[in-house]
C-alpha cells in the first residue's frame, strides 16, 4: 500500500531545487524511533521523505511522532523554523523507492531482517543509489555482501534524536565506493550534519565504548553498589556524562541496547559486552525506555 503525501503541520513551500536539499529525495526504512527521528530531520531540512514500514499501524503512529519531532526541534532551535519542510509519503512496500537519491536502512538491530531489507531495495533503486544502513553494531561489509552492489552499502550511527545531536559516525566497509561516500557527504551536509569516518568493525567506535559501559553501569544496580540515580549522577557530575549512562540508555530503548551488545558479544567474545540480567529484565518486562514510559526511569507522554 502506497499513501499519499503527509503534510507536516509547517509545510509551505516545497525545497529549493538550487539549494543542498532540493538534489536529494529519501526513502527510510523502519518507522520506529530512528527512523521517525531521520524523517524528521531530513523533513525539518527540506528533504522530501518516503517512509516504509511493513506495520500500518506503526506509520499511523510515525505521523504523529514526526509532527511532535519537528515542532519540539523548531522551539528548541536545532532546526530553521521559518524554512518550508519537505514532504512525507507512507508505505507499507519499497515499490516506490526507486526514484530515491538515497535509501536509509532504520529496522530492527537483527542483521538478517536488515540484510534482507538491502537486498530488497538494492534490487528497485538505481545503480549508484547510496544504501545507507543506520545500524549501532553490525558490521557494514557484512551487510554489503547481501546487496546487489555492495559498493553502494555504507554505514551511518544517526544518535538519538537526530535533530538534537549535529554529528554523526559515518562507516565504510571495505567495499563501500568513493562515490557513495561522496554522495553520503552531500546528504550529511544538506542536513547540516557533521560527518565523522570510521572503519568498519563490530560496534565502530560509539557503540563499542559506549554500550559496554551502559552494561557496567546496569550492573553495578544489579550488584546492589548504587541506585540508578546515583550511578548516573556521579557520571555526570564527577565524569562529564551530558545525560547518565542509564538515563542514555532509556533514550536508545533498552532492548535495542541488549540487540547491540549481543552483536558485539557475537563478534568480539568480550564478555564485558554480554547483557547483564538487569537489561534482560527490563526487556521481559516491556520497560523498555522513553518509548514506553518506563525504562530505568518513568516517564510521562509528551504532548
Same mark, same amino acid.
Given at each position: 500500500?502506497?499513501?499519499?503525501?503527509?503534510?507536516?503541520?509547517?509545510?509551505?513551500?516545497a525545497?529549493?531545487?538550487?539549494?543542498?536539499?532540493?538534489?536529494?529525495? %529519501?526513502a527510510?526504512l523502519?518507522?520506529?524511533v530512528?527512523?521517525?527521528?531521520?524523517?524528521?530531520? #531530513?523533513?525539518?531540512?527540506?528533504?522530501?521523505?518516503? !517512509?516504509?514500514?511493513?506495520?500500518? +499501524?506503526?506509520?499511523?503512529? #510515525?505521523?504523529d511522532?514526526?509532527?511532535?519531532?519537528l515542532? =519540539? #526541534? /523548531? $522551539?528548541?532551535?536545532?532546526?530553521?523554523?521559518?524554512?518550508?519542510?519537505?514532504?512525507?509519503e507512507?508505505? &507499507?512496500?519499497?515499490?516506490?523507492?526507486?526514484? #530515491?537519491?538515497?535509501?536509509?536502512?532504520? %529496522?530492527?538491530?537483527?542483521?538478517? !531482517?536488515k540484510?534482507?531489507?538491502?537486498?530488497? *531495495?538494492?534490487?528497485?533503486?538505481?545503480?549508484?543509489?547510496? $544504501?545507507?544502513?543506520?545500524?549501532?553494531?553490525?558490521?557494514?561489509?557484512?551487510l554489503?555482501?547481501?546487496?546487489?552492489?555492495?559498493?553502494?552499502?555504507?554505514?551511518?550511527?544517526? =544518535?538519538?534524536?537526530?535533530? @538534537?545531536?549535529?554529528?554523526? +559516525?559515518?562507516i565504510?566497509?571495505?567495499?563501500?565506493?568513493?562515490?557513495?561516500? &561522496?554522495?553520503?557527504?552531500?546528504l550529511?551536509?544538506?542536513?547540516?550534519?557533521? /560527518?565523522? *569516518?570510521?572503519?568498519?568493525?563490530?560496534?565502530?567506535?560509539t557503540?563499542? *565504548?559506549?554500550?559496554?559501559m551502559?552494561?557496567?553501569?546496569?550492573?553495578?544496580?544489579?550488584?546492589?553498589?548504587?541506585?540508578?540515580?546515583?550511578?548516573d549522577?556521579?557520571?555526570?557530575?564527577? @565524569?562529564?556524562?551530558p545525560?547518565g549512562p542509564?538515563?542514555?540508555?532509556? @533514550?536508545?530503548?533498552?532492548?535495542?541496547?541488549?540487540?547491540?551488545?549481543? *552483536?558485539?558479544? /557475537?563478534? &568480539?567474545?568480550? +564478555?564485558?559486552?554480554?547483557?547483564?540480567? !538487569?537489561?534482560?529484565?527490563?526487556?521481559?518486562?516491556?520497560e !523498555?525506555?522513553?518509548?514506553?514510559?518506563?525504562?530505568?526511569?518513568?516517564?510521562?507522554?509528551?504532548?
Amino acid at each position: 500500500m502506497t499513501r499519499a503525501p503527509h503534510t507536516t503541520p509547517d509545510t509551505r513551500a516545497a525545497a529549493d531545487p538550487r539549494s543542498p536539499a532540493g538534489n536529494h529525495r %529519501i526513502a527510510v526504512l523502519g518507522a520506529g524511533v530512528m527512523g521517525v527521528g531521520i524523517t524528521a530531520l #531530513a523533513l525539518g531540512h527540506g528533504v522530501p521523505v518516503l !517512509l516504509v514500514d511493513v506495520d500500518e +499501524e506503526r506509520l499511523d503512529r #510515525a505521523k504523529d511522532d514526526i509532527d511532535r519531532e519537528l515542532r =519540539m #526541534a /523548531q $522551539l528548541m532551535g536545532h532546526l530553521p523554523a521559518a524554512a518550508g519542510t519537505g514532504a512525507l509519503e507512507l508505505a &507499507t512496500t519499497t515499490e516506490g523507492v526507486a526514484d #530515491a537519491t538515497a535509501v536509509v536502512e532504520a %529496522i530492527t538491530e537483527v542483521a538478517e !531482517l536488515k540484510a534482507k531489507a538491502l537486498a530488497d *531495495v538494492s534490487a528497485r533503486v538505481r545503480p549508484g543509489t547510496p $544504501l545507507i544502513s543506520n545500524t549501532s553494531s553490525i558490521p557494514i561489509d557484512e551487510l554489503a555482501g547481501h546487496a546487489e552492489r555492495a559498493e553502494d552499502v555504507v554505514g551511518t550511527h544517526f =544518535m538519538n534524536p537526530p535533530y @538534537l545531536i549535529p554529528t554523526v +559516525e559515518v562507516i565504510r566497509g571495505a567495499r563501500t565506493g568513493e562515490e557513495t561516500m &561522496t554522495a553520503v557527504s552531500g546528504l550529511l551536509t544538506a542536513l547540516a550534519r557533521h /560527518q565523522v *569516518v570510521v572503519r568498519d568493525a563490530p560496534g565502530f567506535v560509539t557503540s563499542r *565504548v559506549l554500550h559496554p559501559m551502559i552494561n557496567d553501569a546496569a550492573r553495578v544496580v544489579q550488584e546492589g553498589t548504587a541506585t540508578v540515580e546515583a550511578v548516573d549522577a556521579l557520571m555526570e557530575g564527577c @565524569l562529564g556524562h551530558p545525560t547518565g549512562p542509564l538515563r542514555t540508555a532509556d @533514550l536508545i530503548g533498552i532492548d535495542n541496547l541488549v540487540d547491540s551488545l549481543r *552483536v558485539l558479544h /557475537q563478534h &568480539t567474545g568480550d +564478555e564485558g559486552c554480554r547483557p547483564c540480567d !538487569l537489561l534482560l529484565d527490563k526487556v521481559r518486562q516491556g520497560e !523498555l525506555g522513553r518509548k514506553t514510559g518506563r525504562g530505568f526511569y518513568a516517564y510521562q507522554e509528551e504532548n
